[in-house]
Every structure is written in C-alpha cells, then in structure tokens.
C-alpha cells in the first residue's frame, strides 16, 4: 500500500509500463472486492485499487464528502501515478465516480466499465432512504446498518453457497468508521445527474450487471447502455449488485473480451 494526497490509500500490482486499469469500489466497501480481477489481470496489465475517501484505509477527513471530491481523488492519483489513458473500472458507487470523471475529462481516458451502476441521480426518494441510513447509523451504528444493508447487496445463491466469502465481505464492512460511511451516503445523495452526457461519451463503454442486481437491475443499465454509441451490455449470472465477488469468471472473461479491443 501506498498513499498520495490526503492520505488516499492505493494499491498496485503488474508492469507499471503495461496499460492501466484503475479500479473503483462500491459502497460499503473497500479496494478487497477486486481481489480476483486484480489476480486475473495484473499478469497483462498494470491494475491499480485504492479505498474510496471514508473507506477502507482511506481517512474521511472531517466526513463532508461529495463525489466531486471523489473525482478529485482520481484524479490526484492518475496524476501522482503518471498513468497515460488509463481504463476505468468502477461498481456501484465506484460507477458514479468513473462516470462523472469522464464526463469532467474524457480525454484522460481510453476506456470505461461500468458494473451495476446507473447515471441519474438520487430520487427524492432515494434522498429520503440515504438520510434514514444516516439516522440509522447514528442510533444504532456501522455494524447495524452492515449488517441490513450488504444482504441486499449480494444474491440468495451467493450467500447460501459462499458463505466464508460473503461473511470476509461483511465483517469487513461492519468495520467501518460511522463518519466515511455517513460521508459516503451524503456524497451519493448529492451526487449529479450524468445522463445527459451519455450520448457524447466516445471511448468505448462495457457495462455489466448482475441477473439478480436488486439495487440497480438490468433493465436500468440496459437503458444507459442505449444511449451509449460505442457500449456492449453483459448480463452475468447467479449474481447480485457485486457481480466482481459473486460471479468473478464470467466477470473477467466479459472484461478480458473487451480489453482485446481496446
């Protein structure tokens, strides 16, 4: 691990003079849930991870983040890691981040993936239910919340077949500081709408969602992926909204397939 700006914590592993896949966790979790796609790849290709701000190893400061911060972040490390073109990979929250990126500078970019993620903004309700997870955490704590939330973040068949892994992913979430994961819910409850720049979007875009993706299900990233000119939507199976843990094979066999056109 090293760290730049802030503290920002990063992972690295492969050739630095490979081509660089910068990969983005989702909510609430940390750089770990990239694991098998950091195994597969680094062999070809030079992967770098890191703990979104309030996450993982990653401090929260003084927890007033927004995605905005989020994007300087990634920026800050492309820069502090003089990566040329980068591709991005983010999850979830991790997709709003890549998504917003691209729309501040494609041109630092040469591709994007986009896993069980969506490009409009919180609802009113959405709003709502991050402002109840808050209170939640506050009454009763990470753990509590952890505990309630990641369930729904995983499918039946995942949790009933991989029960070790799905609890590490668990435990490791219920470990959290209270301050980056209320930061993190005000950051996605005030993140902006990106749809309006999905049809300018010129790299080439590989979206993936999980069959049984609860939080955001295929039909919704088929929609996104529709706007999207140069896109392939993938649908993986017996997987929920962290199709990287649940299903990673069909995972990097669908990234591996879009790599060889990049």
Request: with cysteine.
């Amino acid at each position: 691990m090293n760290t730049i700006k802030n503290n920002l914590a990063i992972f690295q592993r492969g050739q630095e003079n490979k081509q660089s896949i910068v990969f983005i966790h989702g909510f609430p979790f940390d750089h770990k849930m990239w694991d098998s796609q950091i195994e597969y790849f680094s062999k070809r290709f030079h992967c770098v991870c890191y703990d979104v701000r309030g996450l993982g190893e990653s401090p929260a400061g003084d927890g007033q983040l927004t995605l905005e911060s989020f994007v300087d972040d990634l920026f800050d490390l492309i820069d502090a890691l003089s990566l040329n073109k980068p591709i991005l990979c983010g999850l979830s929250m991790g997709g709003y981040i890549a998504l917003r990126a691209v729309e501040r500078d494609e041109n630092k970019f040469s591709g994007l993936i986009l896993c069980d993620t969506k490009a409009e903004a919180d609802t009113n309700e959405g709003k709502i239910n991050r402002a109840k997870a808050i209170k939640d955490i506050n009454y009763n704590g990470v753990e509590k919340f952890a505990e309630d939330f990641v369930v729904k973040c995983f499918a039946e068949d995942f949790i009933n077949n991989h029960k070790e892994k799905y609890e590490a992913v668990l435990n490791r979430a219920k470990k959290l500081e209270s301050i980056g994961v209320k930061g993190c819910l005000l950051a996605m409850a005030g993140r902006t709408d990106t749809t309006g720049y999905l049809s300018q979007i010129k790299i080439p875009v590989l979206l993936l969602c999980g069959e049984f993706d609860q939080f955001t299900p295929p039909d919704v990233m088929m929609a996104v992926s529709d706007k999207i000119s140069h896109s392939e939507f993938v649908l993986l199976s017996k997987a929920g909204h962290v199709t990287a843990v649940e299903n990673p094979k069909s995972f990097n066999t669908a990234v591996e397939k879009y790599l060889k056109n990049i």
